[in-house]
C-alpha cells in the first residue's frame, strides 16, 4: 500500500517548540554493512536507523547468505561468515544506489561479482565508471552482457594508486573495501573526506585492517591482513567502540532539522549529533541571520524575539565535496531562502538534475527562476500555498514537507516511500514538536 503525508502548515507562524533526536547515519551504516562481508564472525553496530535502505541493504546481504538479527532498538547483529553467492539481486540491486558498495568486499572476497547497474534516486547521471577503472587497477577484469557486470580478478586483487578525477564517497568507500582484502598497499588519491569515510575506515581498524590518512586526501590500506573479532575498548571521535561499533549521527538530518527550525521554531533543540560535521550549514545560517547555538552535542534555534523573515537576508549557497555545503542539504536549504529577504543563488555542482524540485516550489508560490540545470536564483521572502506534490526522491521529498509545514493550508507529499529511505518515521517526530502531520494509505498517490 502507498503512503502519503498530509500536513496543515503554519502559515509562516514559528512555533515549533521541543527537542530533536538525530538517528543513525543513512550513508554511514549502509557502507558498514557492506564490511562485513570480509569477517568470519558477527559483527554488532549501535545507533542503526531503522529506515527503508537498510531495509533494502539487508535484504540484499541475506540473499547473498548473510544472517541477521536485532538485538536491540537500535542495535543490530550481523553474520556474514556463512555468505555463500556473489551474485547481487537484481531487482533489489537497482533500487538503491548504495548496492554497489557490496562489489567491492564480493569481488576481494569470492575473486567475482555479478551485479546489475546500480538504482537509486532520479538526481541525475551518476555513472560507475571510477569502480569499473579502479577494479581494472586493481587486476580485474570487466565484461557487461544482458545489462549486468561481471567481474573476475582470479588471481585475487592486487595494491594499486587509484586517482580519482572528482572525489567521490561512495566510490572512495567501494574501493577502499576492495583494497582491504588485495594484497599489497593500495594509495587514493583525491579521495573523499566525508565524515562517513571516516566511519567505515575506523570500522575496518578496528576489525585488524590497517588503513591510514582518512579524512584526508590521500588514503593508504595495507591489504592482505586477516580480520579479527574487536576486543578492546578505545575512544574514536567522542565515541566508545569496542565489540558494538556505534554509526555516526546523520548530519544530513541533523542539518534538515536546524533548517526547519530556522524556519518555523521558536525555540527547538536537536540533539544526539555532531555539531563540527555541519560548519557550512551553520555559518551559512548565521550569515542570513538566523541564531544558532551549539553544544558538545547538540544544536539549538531561538526565536523567541520573534524575528522577522524580512530581517534574515539573503545568501548565495555552492554545494561542494565535505567540508563544503552538502549537495543532500540543497533542497532544504532552498526552502528556507524563498523566507528571507533578498536574492539568494543556488549552484548546484554535484549532479545536473538535482534542481528539478524548484519547479514544485514556484507552484506553492516561490519566486525561482532557473538559470541551468545547475543554477537557480532565489527571491524572497514569499508566501507559500499548501498543494499537493510528488516526492521525486529523499532529499526534495524532506524539502517538501518543509515547505508544507511554511505554507498556508494543506498540502499533501506522495510517495512517502522516498522520505522513508532516509527519515525514520518522520511523521512521528515531527509530531512531537508541533508539526500537524499524518501518514495517510492511498491506493494510487
Known amino acids: 500500500m502507498k503512503q502519503k503525508f498530509v500536513i496543515e502548515g503554519l502559515a509562516g507562524k514559528k512555533v515549533l517548540n521541543g527537542e530533536i533526536k538525530v538517528n543513525g547515519a543513512k550513508n554511514a551504516i549502509l557502507p558498514l554493512l557492506a564490511a562485513t562481508i570480509f569477517l568470519d564472525k558477527p559483527a554488532e553496530f549501535s545507533n542503526v536507523p531503522k529506515i527503508e535502505d537498510v531495509a533494502r541493504m539487508l535484504e540484499l546481504l541475506k540473499m547473498l547468505g548473510s544472517e541477521f538479527e536485532w538485538t536491540g532498538e537500535r542495535t543490530l547483529k550481523i553474520d556474514a561468515s556463512k555468505l555463500s553467492s556473489q551474485v547481487l539481486d537484481n531487482d533489489n540491486a537497482k533500487r538503491m544506489r548504495a548496492s554497489i558498495l557490496l562489489t567491492g568486499p564480493l569481488l576481494a572476497r569470492f575473486g567475482k561479482v555479478s551485479f546489475p547497474h546500480p538504482g537509486g534516486c532520479v538526481i541525475g547521471e551518476r555513472p560507475i565508471d571510477l569502480f569499473i577503472e579502479g577494479f581494472k587497477k586493481m587486476g580485474a577484469s570487466v565484461s557487461e552482457k544482458n545489462e549486468l557486470f561481471e567481474i573476475s580478478a582470479v588471481n585475487g586483487l592486487i595494491g594499486t594508486e587509484f586517482f580519482f578525477p572528482v572525489p567521490s564517497v561512495t566510490g572512495t568507500e567501494t574501493l577502499m573495501l576492495a583494497a582491504v582484502g588485495a594484497k599489497g598497499k593500495t594509495i587514493l588519491k583525491n579521495a573523499a573526506l ?10 575496518l581498524n578496528s576489525r585488524g585492517a590497517r588503513i591510514s590518512g582518512f579524512g584526508t586526501p590521500e588514503i593508504i590500506i595495507e591489504g592482505g591482513r586477516l580480520f579479527k573479532e574487536s576486543t578492546s575498548s578505545r575512544l574514536i571521535d567522542g565515541r566508545t567502540v569496542d565489540k558494538v561499533f556505534p554509526v555516526i549521527p546523520d548530519r544530513i538530518e541533523a542539518g534538515s532539522f536546524l533548517i526547519l527550525g530556522a524556519l518555523a521554531a521558536d525555540n527547538l533543540k536537536i540533539t544526539d549529533c555532531q ?19 551549539v553544544g558538545s552535542n547538540w544544536l539549538a534555534i531561538k526565536n523567541n524575539e520573534k524575528v522577522a523573515n524580512e530581517t534574515l537576508r539573503a545568501v548565495n549557497i555552492k554545494t561542494r565535496e565535505y567540508p563544503g555545503f552538502p549537495t543532500d542539504l540543497q533542497a532544504p536549504m532552498t526552502v528556507f531562502l524563498t523566507q528571507v529577504f533578498g536574492e539568494s543563488s543556488i549552484h548546484e555542482t554535484i549532479f545536473e538534475g538535482r534542481l528539478n524540485y524548484v519547479v514544485d516550489l514556484e507552484k506553492m508560490g516561490a519566486n525561482i527562476k532557473m538559470w541551468d540545470a545547475h543554477r537557480v536564483l532565489v527571491k524572497g521572502p514569499t508566501s507559500l500555498k499548501g498543494k499537493e506534490l510528488d516526492g521525486p526522491d529523499i532529499r526534495a521529498g524532506l524539502a517538501y514537507i518543509l515547505a508544507a509545514i511554511v505554507a498556508e493550508g494543506e498540502s499533501t507529499i506522495n510517495n512517502a516511500y522516498f522520505i522513508d529511505r532516509g527519515y525514520e518515521r518522520i511523521e512521528e517526530r515531527l509530531k512531537k514538536i508541533g508539526v500537524k502531520i499524518k501518514r495517510v494509505d492511498c491506493e494510487v498517490c
Do not use: M
Not at 566525508?194 to 570500522?203: G, K
Open 275 to 293: 555539531p563540527a560535521h555541519l560548519d557550512s550549514l551553520i555559518e551559512a545560517l548565521r550569515f542570513s541571520g538566523v541564531t544558532v547555538e
Open 194 to 203: 566525508e565524515p562517513e569515510v571516516v566511519c567505515l575506515a575506523e570500522f
